[in-house]
């Protein structure tokens, strides 16, 4: 039996990429989801496809750059189901734009959307969660792990996940399972929605998106990770190595850095 299956899970940033992904292959478990995003026509979607495969299957609207927004999703949310077994906190918003160029409120926004929305989130929901099998998933990024060119306050955001949720992890030892994800690059459209500089949409499909891991490898390869009872997964190709020189041959990975295109 799956430990998926019947489990009440909840998935932020479900209406596409891992996300979607994520909740396609638990439906396919047979949990019982509630997704969240901004967009609900596409949230409507996946649960028309999540529903061919288990019964119970919820969408919630929610905006994590709204805090009424997250209050209200988080409030319908614990009205529709009796607890929270998984949060897969995967929402967020991707960056291309230097530190020095990027505006301060465009630098706030993404902390809102990657960082606090998240944090209250969970807040909100920890009173729901089953003390018996309770789960937080955290989608980072493999830059939640190094810094990277035109990824300033989206690698500082993810940083600022790790740390936080961390420190969950050890407060609530036997309570709560805590498995923090951190994709390189992934086929997803997050390219299209990352803020540049001024703030504006990015507006189209990066290379290494287009030419990164499908997102339902990357799906699968998370819930084998949080089956293992894993606190750090990376799923990768190469910037696997950029991870290992910045802990160990700090030179070797700025210059490799300077050198990768951002896209």
């Given at each position: 039996m799956s430990e998926f299956a019947s489990s009440y899970v909840v998935i932020t940033g479900a209406s596409s990429g891992i996300g979607k992904a994520l909740a396609e292959a638990l439906a396919r478990q047979k949990s019982r989801l509630v997704?969240?995003?901004?967009?609900l026509p596409e949230l409507e979607e996946v649960k028309k496809n999540c529903l061919q495969h288990t019964d119970e299957c919820h969408v919630v609207a929610m905006d994590l750059s709204d805090e009424?927004?997250?209050r209200q999703a988080a409030a319908t949310l614990l009205g529709l189901i009796p607890r929270v077994d998984i949060l897969f906190n995967n929402a967020g918003i991707s960056q291309r734009g230097s530190a020095r160029e990027s505006t301060f409120e465009t630098e706030k926004h993404i902390?809102?959307?990657?960082?606090?929305?998240?944090?209250l989130f969970t807040k909100l929901l920890f009173p729901a969660f089953n003390p018996a099998r309770a789960g937080i998933v955290i989608t980072s990024s493999v830059v939640g792990l190094f810094g990277f060119p035109t990824r300033s306050t989206y690698a500082a955001s993810k940083h600022a996940l790790h740390g936080y949720f961390n420190t969950v992890a050890i407060e609530e030892a036997g309570k709560i399972h805590v498995l923090v994800v951190c994709p390189g690059?992934?086929?997803?459209?997050?390219?299209?929605?990352?803020?540049?500089?001024?703030?504006?949409?990015?507006?189209?499909?990066d290379p290494g998106q287009a030419n990164g891991i499908p997102a339902d490898v990357c799906a699968n390869q998370i819930l084998k990770a949080y089956n293992r009872k894993k606190h750090l997964v990376l799923v990768a190709k190469g910037e696997r190595l950029l991870y290992w020189f910045s802990?160990?041959?700090p030179p070797l990975y700025r210059l490799i850095s300077r050198k990768i295109s951002p896209v």
């Open positions: 997704l969240l995003a901004r967009r009424s927004s997250i902390m809102q959307v990657n960082f606090l929305g998240p944090v690059r992934i086929n997803t459209p997050i390219s299209y929605s990352a803020v540049e500089a001024s703030g504006e949409a990015h507006g189209k499909m802990k160990f041959v």
